[in-house]
Structures are given as C-alpha cells and as structure tokens.
C-alpha cells in the first residue's frame, strides 16, 4: 500500500526558509492522475491547504501562500518536497503530506478526499 513519510528540520529560524521532504512507498509519485499536497496545521486551528504538485509535475498553491511557497519533486527518489520561505512564529505548525489518486478535483483539493496522509511533522519557528 501508498505510504507517505515527511521529513525535515523541526526548528527554523524566523525570515529563514521551510523545507520539508515527502517520501512516498509503494506507489509512485508519477502514476495517472494522482496528485501530492502539502497541508498544515498550526496549534489550536484547523487544517490548512498549502499547494500540490500532480503527476506531470504541475504545481497549484494557495493563493495566501503562493509568494512564499514552491512544491517540487525528484522522481528518481520517489519524494516531493515544500519549500516555505521568509517564515514568522505563525508558520509553526504540525506539517503533513498527503495524496489523493483520481486527479486533483477541485483547487484547492477537499481535505476530506485524500487518499493518503503522512504522520505529520512538527515544525517550530523560534529564535
């Protein structure tokens, strides 16, 4: 079965850059039609969507995010990866992936129709 597993740094420096790394197993990050997305949750509030990247390499992100994000991946290694840069305390949260198969729906993807989630990684921005 698809199993994802983040990876990263687990404190980063305010004004310095996020980046976090999404191992997939069992299935490949290029199969038809299915799609990676990186969602957040900081403490106390809910799930939030930041970006996707599908099959074919194309990218979407949210549009409160766009300027800061950039989601890419490396197909020899089976990971897709987020980078956040220019980071406040207010981008600390629980950091997971996710996959959906069947296409990326509607943008941003419902968080209710992913096929796939990581465990989550905790990520704090502090001095």
């Known amino acids: 079965q698809v199993q994802l597993q983040e990876s990263g740094p687990g404190l980063v420096k305010p004004s310095q850059t996020l980046a976090l790394t999404c191992t997939v197993s069992g299935g490949s990050i290029t199969t038809n039609y299915r799609a990676w997305s990186w969602i957040r949750q900081p403490p106390g509030k809910g799930l939030e969507w930041m970006g996707v990247i599908a099959y074919d390499g194309s990218t979407y992100y949210s549009p409160s995010l766009k300027s800061r994000t950039s989601i890419s991946r490396d197909t020899s290694k089976n990971q897709f990866s987020l980078q956040l840069s220019s980071v406040t305390p207010e981008d600390t949260a629980v950091y997971y992936c996710?996959?959906?198969?069947?296409?990326?729906?509607?943008?941003?993807?419902?968080?209710?129709?992913?096929?796939?989630w990581g465990q989550g990684t905790q990520v704090t921005v502090s001095s």
């Open positions: 996710a996959g959906r198969k069947g296409g990326l729906g509607t943008i941003p993807p419902p968080l209710d129709e992913y096929d796939y």
